[in-house]
């Protein structure tokens, strides 16, 4: 059974507190450190709300590993990418465009997560 308030919820709570109630009252050198707690309990709160597989990514990289068993972790998924990308398996044509994508990809949903922000001024920016 899940007790309420959740984790998200906790973390909004003390980033709220932070914010609201413990920033404003600080001398400006510690603002800047509750700040940046604050910062990271954003960032807690959109992971605990990101997707459990990374938004597709495990599946992106199998999909990248033709022929071989699908990896079981990122860890791994991105090991065995990276030994492939050494090996020059992307180097050109159709297989450079399907890791070009997949590297887009997973920078957009870790951005998702990491800061938002910048997501939103490359929306704006690109034609």
């Given amino acids: 059974m899940k007790v309420e ?9 003390a980033r709220e507190t932070i914010l609201g109630e413990i920033a404003p009252a600080l001398p400006e050198p510690q ?16 992971d605990l709300a990101a997707p459990t597989d990374g ?14 068993e699908a ?3 990122l860890r791994e998924g991105n090991a065995r990418l990276a030994a492939r990308i050494r090996a020059g398996a992307f ?12 590297l887009q990809a997973t920078v957009r949903a870790r951005l998702a997560v990491s800061n938002p922000r910048a997501i939103a001024r490359d929306e704006r920016t690109t034609p």
């Avoid at 308030?5 to 709570?13: E, F, K, S, W």
């Avoid at 180097?91 to 997949?102: K, M």
């Fill in 55 to 68: 938004n597709g990514e495990l599946a992106r990289l199998a999909a990248l590993l033709p022929g071989e």
């Fill in 5 to 13: 308030p959740g984790a998200a919820d906790l973390l909004a709570i």
């Fill in 91 to 102: 180097d050109e044509g159709p297989a450079r465009e399907r890791l070009l994508a997949h």
């Fill in 71 to 73: 990896p079981q972790s």
């Fill in 31 to 46: 603002r800047y450190a509750a700040l940046m707690a604050a910062n990271a309990l954003a960032i807690a709160t959109r």
